[in-house]
């Protein structure tokens, strides 16, 4: 059974930091990119990040939406199934929902995909909360 169990979320000032974590069983995480994506009440699930299959914070590797880029981080750990998104400077807009995806494409050295309809399993999501 695909599992993804996202945790780390939280209520934080702006300006402050957070860490989402996302544990994932029952398939092959190794060869899959995984993605962030958040979703704001009365709003469409958006983009945030997401990391090839083989990791490293590295150009090529990584893909981050326009609005958080330079704030939050994307890494996994391939023997550990986890990926971690460290977000930093937070601000009241980055207040959603946010859920870990793993992408449809084993092994996918094509462009990182930043589409909802092109990722299989997703996790529950975990909320976080940034007070002005």
């Known amino acids: 059974q695909v599992q993804l169990v996202e945790s780390g979320g939280g209520l934080v000032q702006a300006g402050g930091s957070l860490r989402l974590s996302c544990a994932a069983s029952g398939f092959a995480f190794g060869v899959y990119a995984m993605g962030w994506f958040r979703q704001a009440p009365g709003k469409e699930r958006e983009f945030v990040c997401v990391?090839?299959?083989?990791?490293?914070?590295?150009?090529?590797?990584?893909y981050y939406a326009a609005s958080v880029k330079g704030r939050f981080t994307i890494s996994r750990t391939n023997d550990k199934k986890t990926v971690s998104l460290q977000m930093n400077s937070l601000k009241p807009e980055d207040t959603a929902v946010y859920y870990c995806?793993?992408?449809?494409?084993?092994?996918?050295?094509?462009?990182?995909?930043?589409?909802?309809?092109?990722?299989?399993?997703w996790g529950q999501g975990t909320q976080v909360t940034v007070s002005s």
């Open positions: 990391i090839r299959w083989n990791g490293g914070n590295t150009d090529g590797n990584t």
């Open positions: 995806a793993a992408d449809s494409r084993p092994l996918s050295d094509t462009a990182l995909s930043t589409l909802t309809t092109e990722y299989d399993y």
